[in-house]
Protein backbone atom coordinates (compact mmCIF):
# COMPACT_ATOMS: atom_id res chain seq x y z
CA UNK A 1 0.00 0.00 0.00
CA UNK A 2 1.26 3.38 -0.76
CA UNK A 3 0.99 6.77 1.00
CA UNK A 4 -1.63 7.60 -0.73
CA UNK A 5 -4.16 4.52 -0.18
CA UNK A 6 -3.24 4.95 3.22
CA UNK A 7 -4.56 8.76 3.26
CA UNK A 8 -7.28 7.35 0.94
CA UNK A 9 -8.60 4.62 3.36
CA UNK A 10 -8.01 7.12 6.85
CA UNK A 11 -10.47 9.47 4.95
CA UNK A 12 -12.98 6.84 3.97
CA UNK A 13 -12.46 5.32 7.03
CA UNK A 14 -13.41 8.67 8.72
CA UNK A 15 -16.92 9.30 7.05
CA UNK A 16 -17.99 5.85 7.63
CA UNK A 17 -17.67 6.10 10.99
CA UNK A 18 -19.93 9.06 10.95
CA UNK A 19 -22.10 7.97 7.95
CA UNK A 20 -26.13 8.15 8.94
CA UNK A 21 -28.70 5.56 8.04
CA UNK A 22 -30.90 7.98 9.12
CA UNK A 23 -33.92 8.84 7.03
CA UNK A 24 -35.56 11.70 6.77
CA UNK A 25 -38.39 13.76 4.65
CA UNK A 26 -36.46 16.50 2.49
CA UNK A 27 -33.54 16.12 3.43
CA UNK A 28 -30.95 13.50 3.14
CA UNK A 29 -28.33 13.01 6.32
CA UNK A 30 -24.62 12.64 6.42
CA UNK A 31 -23.74 10.20 3.09
CA UNK A 32 -20.10 10.72 2.23
CA UNK A 33 -19.50 11.16 -1.36
CA UNK A 34 -16.44 8.47 -1.62
CA UNK A 35 -12.87 10.16 -1.35
CA UNK A 36 -11.42 9.35 -4.35
CA UNK A 37 -14.27 10.81 -6.64
CA UNK A 38 -14.03 13.69 -4.71
CA UNK A 39 -9.99 14.21 -4.69
CA UNK A 40 -10.55 13.09 -8.73
CA UNK A 41 -12.15 16.47 -8.86
CA UNK A 42 -10.16 18.22 -6.25
CA UNK A 43 -7.10 17.88 -8.34
CA UNK A 44 -8.79 19.21 -11.42
CA UNK A 45 -9.80 22.57 -10.35
CA UNK A 46 -6.33 22.71 -8.55
CA UNK A 47 -5.15 22.29 -12.01
CA UNK A 48 -7.07 25.32 -12.67
CA UNK A 49 -6.60 27.64 -9.71
CA UNK A 50 -3.63 26.61 -8.56
CA UNK A 51 -3.13 26.15 -5.12
CA UNK A 52 -4.23 29.55 -4.02
CA UNK A 53 -5.88 30.88 -0.34
CA UNK A 54 -7.82 33.74 -2.21
CA UNK A 55 -9.83 31.78 -3.65
CA UNK A 56 -13.37 30.39 -1.69
CA UNK A 57 -14.39 27.11 -1.68
CA UNK A 58 -18.09 26.04 -0.92
CA UNK A 59 -19.15 22.84 0.15
CA UNK A 60 -22.75 23.10 0.47
CA UNK A 61 -24.38 20.24 2.98
CA UNK A 62 -20.49 19.75 4.49
CA UNK A 63 -21.60 17.13 7.02
CA UNK A 64 -18.72 16.46 9.39
CA UNK A 65 -16.33 18.37 7.21
CA UNK A 66 -13.88 15.66 5.76
CA UNK A 67 -14.01 17.25 2.17
CA UNK A 68 -13.37 20.50 3.69
CA UNK A 69 -10.30 19.33 4.87
CA UNK A 70 -9.12 17.60 1.91
CA UNK A 71 -9.53 21.05 -0.16
CA UNK A 72 -7.96 23.23 2.50
CA UNK A 73 -5.17 22.21 1.36
CA UNK A 74 -5.60 24.20 -1.64
CA UNK A 75 -8.56 26.95 -0.54
CA UNK A 76 -10.27 28.91 1.75
CA UNK A 77 -12.80 26.17 3.18
CA UNK A 78 -16.91 27.12 4.18
CA UNK A 79 -19.41 24.71 4.24
CA UNK A 80 -23.25 25.10 5.09
CA UNK A 81 -24.87 22.02 6.94
CA UNK A 82 -28.20 21.91 8.59
CA UNK A 83 -27.45 19.57 11.48
CA UNK A 84 -25.39 20.74 14.61
CA UNK A 85 -24.11 17.44 14.88
CA UNK A 86 -22.17 17.11 11.82
CA UNK A 87 -20.81 20.96 12.61
CA UNK A 88 -19.61 19.42 16.09
CA UNK A 89 -17.69 17.09 14.27
CA UNK A 90 -15.99 19.13 11.55
CA UNK A 91 -15.33 21.85 14.51
CA UNK A 92 -13.15 19.08 15.72
CA UNK A 93 -11.33 18.21 12.19
CA UNK A 94 -10.44 22.50 12.10
CA UNK A 95 -13.12 22.87 10.24
CA UNK A 96 -14.20 26.69 11.68
CA UNK A 97 -15.84 28.36 8.96
CA UNK A 98 -19.12 26.25 8.67
CA UNK A 99 -22.99 28.46 7.96
CA UNK A 100 -25.39 26.20 10.27
CA UNK A 101 -28.40 26.30 8.13
CA UNK A 102 -30.57 25.78 5.23
CA UNK A 103 -28.72 25.69 1.96
CA UNK A 104 -32.11 27.13 0.55
CA UNK A 105 -31.86 30.15 2.38
CA UNK A 106 -28.41 31.07 2.27
CA UNK A 107 -27.55 33.92 0.18
CA UNK A 108 -23.84 34.44 0.03
CA UNK A 109 -23.20 31.70 -2.97
CA UNK A 110 -22.13 34.71 -5.14
CA UNK A 111 -19.26 34.98 -2.82
CA UNK A 112 -17.68 31.52 -4.11
CA UNK A 113 -15.03 30.15 -6.85
CA UNK A 114 -15.99 27.01 -6.72
CA UNK A 115 -18.93 25.38 -5.29
CA UNK A 116 -19.22 21.49 -4.44
CA UNK A 117 -21.77 19.44 -3.41
CA UNK A 118 -23.18 16.02 -3.08
CA UNK A 119 -26.82 15.92 -3.01
CA UNK A 120 -27.33 17.34 -0.06
CA UNK A 121 -31.74 17.20 -0.91
CA UNK A 122 -33.89 13.79 -0.80
CA UNK A 123 -36.69 15.45 -2.24
CA UNK A 124 -35.95 15.76 -5.83
CA UNK A 125 -37.85 18.94 -6.66
CA UNK A 126 -36.48 20.90 -3.39
CA UNK A 127 -32.82 19.39 -4.80
CA UNK A 128 -33.70 21.05 -8.65
CA UNK A 129 -34.60 23.81 -6.80
CA UNK A 130 -31.24 24.14 -4.76
CA UNK A 131 -29.08 23.65 -7.77
CA UNK A 132 -31.18 26.45 -10.08
CA UNK A 133 -30.39 28.98 -6.97
CA UNK A 134 -26.68 27.88 -7.38
CA UNK A 135 -26.51 27.99 -10.94
CA UNK A 136 -28.38 31.17 -11.03
CA UNK A 137 -26.49 32.95 -7.97
CA UNK A 138 -22.92 31.68 -8.73
CA UNK A 139 -20.28 34.51 -10.38
CA UNK A 140 -19.23 34.84 -13.28
CA UNK A 141 -16.58 32.25 -13.97
CA UNK A 142 -17.20 30.41 -10.61
CA UNK A 143 -16.46 26.38 -11.27
CA UNK A 144 -19.65 24.31 -9.89
CA UNK A 145 -19.06 20.70 -8.99
CA UNK A 146 -22.67 19.12 -8.91
CA UNK A 147 -21.99 15.60 -7.70
CA UNK A 148 -25.28 13.50 -7.60
CA UNK A 149 -26.67 16.28 -9.47
CA UNK A 150 -30.62 16.25 -10.20
CA UNK A 151 -30.82 18.93 -12.91
CA UNK A 152 -29.59 18.49 -16.21
CA UNK A 153 -26.08 20.94 -16.13
CA UNK A 154 -25.46 20.29 -19.56
CA UNK A 155 -28.54 21.54 -20.82
CA UNK A 156 -28.37 25.36 -19.07
CA UNK A 157 -27.37 28.29 -20.75
CA UNK A 158 -24.05 29.94 -20.60
CA UNK A 159 -22.29 26.62 -18.64
CA UNK A 160 -19.13 25.02 -19.74
CA UNK A 161 -18.11 21.55 -19.00
CA UNK A 162 -14.77 19.61 -18.64
CA UNK A 163 -15.48 16.42 -17.42
CA UNK A 164 -17.68 16.77 -13.64
CA UNK A 165 -16.63 20.31 -13.76
CA UNK A 166 -18.92 23.28 -14.96
CA UNK A 167 -17.89 26.72 -15.23
CA UNK A 168 -20.77 29.57 -15.35
CA UNK A 169 -20.04 31.88 -18.05
CA UNK A 170 -21.73 35.12 -18.92
CA UNK A 171 -22.26 35.45 -22.23
C1 LIG B 1 -25.01 13.33 1.03
S1 LIG B 1 -24.24 14.19 2.42
C2 LIG B 1 -22.77 14.88 1.63
C3 LIG B 1 -21.64 15.20 2.61
C4 LIG B 1 -20.36 15.79 2.01
N1 LIG B 1 -20.63 17.02 1.30
C5 LIG B 1 -19.64 14.81 1.09
O1 LIG B 1 -19.48 15.16 -0.09
O2 LIG B 1 -19.21 13.75 1.54
C6 LIG B 1 -25.36 15.59 2.49
C7 LIG B 1 -25.19 16.52 3.68
O3 LIG B 1 -26.01 17.65 3.44
C8 LIG B 1 -26.67 18.02 4.65
N2 LIG B 1 -27.91 18.69 4.25
C9 LIG B 1 -29.06 18.09 3.85
N3 LIG B 1 -29.96 19.00 3.50
C10 LIG B 1 -29.38 20.23 3.70
C11 LIG B 1 -29.84 21.56 3.54
N4 LIG B 1 -31.06 21.83 3.07
N5 LIG B 1 -28.99 22.57 3.84
C12 LIG B 1 -27.74 22.30 4.30
N6 LIG B 1 -27.27 21.06 4.49
C13 LIG B 1 -28.08 20.03 4.19
C14 LIG B 1 -26.87 16.71 5.39
O4 LIG B 1 -27.06 16.91 6.77
C15 LIG B 1 -25.59 15.96 5.03
O5 LIG B 1 -24.58 16.22 5.97
Known sequence: ?????????????LDAIYYDHQKEEDFYSFIPCDVEGFLNVLVQTIDILGEDKTKKFLDVGCGIGTKMLLASSAFDVYGIEVR????????????????????????????????YFFTPIRNKELEKQLEIKIYTDAKDGAIIIPFGKKL????????????????????
Open 1 to 13: MDIQQIYLKAFNN
Open 84 to 115: NKYIQVAKTLGMEQVFELNALDFCHYCDFDVI
Open 152 to 171: NWDELPNVERSGDLYFKRHK
